[in-house]
């Protein structure tokens, strides 16, 4: 077998190679939870102590916490997600 050359292996956005399919199932809810979890927190730390000086620090804080708790979640939680889904979304074959 012979090996792929640095030009063959195909990159990320960022430069670096790409990951095998199978670490989709992590790879997905790392980029969902950041995307959600800043979003939310935006919204909530905004509603909660307004534009005002200090306000990143404390988004950042805030995004920081709930991105730990969440990411764990969802990777915990996903599995049951997906077969409640299909419990009421028809499937292609059906």
């Known amino acids: 077998m012979t090996q792929p050359t640095p030009d063959s292996i195909p990159r990320s956005p960022l430069g670096f190679a790409k990951l095998p399919a199978r670490y989709a199932t992590v790879v997905m809810p790392f980029f969902l939870t950041i995307i959600m979890t800043c979003v939310v927190s935006l919204i909530s730390t905004l509603r909660g102590a307004g534009f005002a000086a200090?306000?990143?620090?404390?988004?950042?804080?805030?995004?920081?916490?709930?991105?730990?708790?969440?990411?764990?979640?969802?990777?915990?939680?996903?599995?049951?997600?997906?077969?409640?889904?299909a419990a009421f979304v028809r499937s292609d074959s059906n």
Request: net charge positive; glycine share 6%.
């Open 54 to 85: 200090g306000f990143f620090p404390l988004w950042l804080g805030s995004w920081a916490l709930s991105w730990v708790v969440a990411f764990p979640t969802m990777l915990l939680v996903l599995p049951l997600v997906r077969r409640v889904t």
